[in-house]
């Protein structure tokens, strides 16, 4: 729930997300989606709240039983390092703002999901005090400079 004193900061994606220089798949729509991860040769998504989200869009798409026996779940990041480690068509999960963080280690951003069925987490911030300092900070992550900053990090 919101409180008339948070300030949105921006909001954050989930996108589909491959190792550095493999052959990026086709999700522009919804139907694209399911044949590229009909086609992997595993999905890989995590256990956190992206990952529950996934997990009930694969069930929602009709997909989630073709690919049970492909389906690799890890805690939070730990998804990373099999996705850059893969050798073959695996195809991953995670919120756009991570993908970014990885981009020079080794994953590739494909895109976000399909709009119909993309899931945003949303974030506000609310100053601790009332001291100037605080007040200062929210109010600088109103600006173009800082809008900028986080866009930058996969934050719209």
Not at 99 to 123: K, W
């Amino acid at each position: 729930t919101r409180r008339s004193s948070d300030l949105p900061v921006g909001r954050v994606g989930v996108g589909v997300v491959i190792r550095a220089g493999a052959p990026k798949p086709d999700v522009s729509t919804t139907e694209a989606l399911k044949r590229a991860v009909l086609e992997a040769d595993s999905v890989i998504y995590n256990r956190a709240s992206s990952g529950l989200f996934v997990e009930g869009l694969l069930q929602r798409l009709g997909v989630a039983e073709q690919i049970q026996a492909k389906t690799k779940r890890y805690a939070g990041t730990d998804m990373i390092e099999p996705l850059i480690q893969g050798k073959g068509n695996e195809i991953g999960f995670m919120p756009v703002a991570e993908i970014l963080h990885f981009r020079d280690r080794g994953l590739q951003l494909v895109g976000t999901l399909p709009d119909d069925i993309q899931n945003y987490a949303s974030y506000a911030a609310q100053p601790a005090s009332k001291s100037e300092v605080a007040m200062a900070f929210v109010h600088f992550l109103e600006t173009p400079e800082s809008k900028g900053i986080f866009a930058a990090a996969g934050i719209e």
